[in-house]
């Protein structure tokens, strides 16, 4: 499994820059981490039925489906399984972005209303966290929960260190330029982030992560040749995401 993992990103990045920049540590998917992710998996179940989870219209629910499906069917090399993500935005006004490795992707309230202004900001974070569940990239705490006891046991399983979250960034740099989606937009993620770290502790293991996603990122920019202006991709996000995140933002406070 490992090795087909290694084949995958060889040919796929081998175009953009030096192929070792762009593998994970192989402890994420070695068959050893199996038991472990299954686990998750299993646990996933448990989280789904006791998290404030927004429900969604059928129209609503086609939007979040197309967006997770240009990305896949753009990107079918690395998207090889047949496993469904599924966006799922919970009712928390914290700024939450995590997933589970059984293909849920969970954004918060929160996250929607200060900070993914535009489609393409939504597109930059689905796309890492459809990343961390096909590859496996969670991080094993030293105990096996047995059971979630609220959103910061799923947190600590999500935070990953700089090295992975720096190959993340380049990963969703390719994946999004291949969707038609814009991929400077990840940038902006960034330095979001950066500016306002105080906001992200439940995404960022330290204040001082996001200054240096920051600068990785400019580094590995600064070998690209396009160079958009992020304003202009926010001109054409659709009018299904403005009435998406309308409704997200609307909704009532859980009790």
């Not at 762009?22 to 068959?31: E, P, Q, R, V, W």
Request: contains cysteine.
């Amino acid at each position: 499994m490992f090795q087909k993992k290694i084949l995958v990103c060889l040919i796929l990045c081998c175009q953009y820059s030096v192929w070792a920049d762009f593998i994970f540590d192989k402890k994420y998917g070695h068959d050893d981490n199996k038991q472990y992710i299954l686990h998750l998996q299993d646990i996933e179940k448990v989280y789904l039925d006791t998290e404030n989870i927004i429900k969604l219209n059928s129209n609503e629910v086609k939007y979040t489906e197309e967006i997770v499906g240009k990305i896949q069917r753009n990107n079918q090399q690395l998207f090889k399984s047949k496993k469904l993500f599924k966006i799922n935005f919970i009712n928390r006004e914290e700024n939450l972005l995590f997933s589970l490795p059984g293909g849920s992707i969970f954004i918060s309230k929160g996250l929607m209303d200060k900070y993914l202004k535009n489609e393409h900001l939504l597109a930059v974070v689905v796309a890492r966290e459809m990343i961390k569940i096909s590859q496996d990239l969670y991080n094993k705490l030293f105990y096996i929960p047995t059971g979630f006891r609220d959103f910061n046991d799923v947190v600590r399983i999500n935070k990953l260190p700089i090295k992975e979250e720096s190959i993340l960034d380049k990963w969703s740099y390719i994946i999004l330029e291949r969707s038609g989606f814009d991929p400077n937009s990840i940038l902006n993620w960034l330095q979001v982030q950066n500016k306002n770290s105080f906001d992200f502790i439940y995404i960022l293991d330290s204040f001082q992560l996001a200054l240096k996603k920051e600068q990785l990122f400019k580094n590995f920019m600064s070998t690209k040749s396009n160079t958009d202006n992020f304003e202009q991709a926010a001109l054409q996000t659709t009018k299904q995401y403005y009435l998406l995140r309308e409704k997200i933002i609307r909704t009532k406070n859980a009790k």
